[in-house]
Nanobody, 123 residues
Framework: QVQLVESGGGLVQAGGSLRLSCAAS????????MGWFRQAPGKEREFVAA???????YYADSVKGRFTISRDNAKNSMFLQMNSLKPEDTAVYYC?????????????????WGQGTQVTVSS
C-alpha cells in the first residue's frame, strides 16, 4: 500500500524559508513523476511544482524563482525548498505521486496523495 507522508510545515514570517519533505513507501517510485500541490482556505487545490524521474522540473508562475523542488530516488523522497515566503503562500501543501513518467500540472493525473502539511506565513 502506497503511503506518502509530508513534513516540514509550520509558521514562518514573510520573507522566511521552509523546507517540506515527502517520504514515499509501499511502492517503487524511481520513475514516477512527483509533485506538490497546495490548498488555501476557501480556494481550490492548485499546482505548485513537479519533478520527473530525470529531475526535469515544472513550477507554477506564482512560485517560480522562490521555490525549488528536488527528489532523492534512493530514499523515495521529494523536497520543496520555499524561500522568500509570502502570506499568500499560506496553505496546506500536499505531496502527490503519478505512476506515469511524465509530470503534469493537473491533480487528477496523480494517483497517490499525502495527508498534507500546513504552511502559514505571517505578514
Amino acid at each position: 500500500q502506497v503511503q506518502l507522508v509530508e513534513s516540514g510545515g509550520g509558521l514562518v514570517q514573510a520573507g522566511g524559508s521552509l523546507r517540506l519533505s515527502c517520504a514515499a513507501s509501499g511502492g517503487t517510485f524511481r520513475t514516477a513523476a512527483m509533485g506538490w500541490f497546495r490548498q488555501a482556505p476557501g480556494k481550490e487545490r492548485e499546482f505548485v511544482a513537479a519533478i520527473e524521474w530525470n529531475r526535469r522540473t515544472y513550477y507554477a508562475d506564482s512560485v517560480k524563482g522562490r521555490f525549488t523542488i528536488s527528489r532523492d530516488n534512493a530514499k523515495n523522497s521529494m523536497f520543496l525548498q520555499m524561500n522568500s515566503l509570502k502570506p499568500e503562500d499560506t496553505a496546506v501543501y500536499y505531496c502527490a505521486v503519478r505512476r506515469a513518467i511524465g509530470a503534469t500540472i493537473y491533480q487528477s493525473d496523480y494517483d497517490y496523495w499525502g495527508q498534507g502539511t500546513q504552511v502559514t506565513v505571517s505578514s
